[in-house]
Nanobody
């Protein structure tokens, strides 16, 4: 079992930056692949980025490539999402997710644990 708590959301102007952080409980954090998803009002939850247990392999959605960076610190049980050059269309609730295993997936159904989400609002 792992519990996830996101932080770092807020209101930012277009072109600005935010850094989201996800803190995980449990002593086996290193055994989980981690992902970030977002969900805008009236839309389905969408993949943003994923990182494997080593931190050496990452996968990004095309819409955020070159703007967002996912990273993890297994010693601190955290996974971060650095978001730069934010756009109004990035506005959504951002969720941290964990899955048991080594493969990276970009669909929500492949993840076993979820945080409660943090709101990101980008004004134009």
């Amino acid at each position: 079992q792992v519990q996830l708590v996101e932080s770092g959301g807020g209101l930012v102007q277009a072109g600005g930056s935010l850094r989201l952080s996800c803190a995980a409980s449990g002593r086996t954090f290193g055994a989980y692949a981690m992902g970030w998803f977002h969900q805008a009002p009236g839309k389905e939850r969408e993949f943003v980025a994923a990182i494997d247990w080593t931190g050496g392999n990452t996968h990004y959605a095309d819409s955020i490539k070159g703007r967002f960076t996912i990273s993890r610190d297994n010693a601190k049980n955290t996974v971060d999402l650095q978001m730069n050059s934010l756009k109004p269309e990035d506005t959504a609730v951002y969720y941290c997710a964990a899955r048991v295993g080594f493969q990276l997936f970009d669909v929500p159904s492949r993840y076993d644990y979820w945080g409660q989400g943090t709101q990101v609002t980008v004004s134009s």
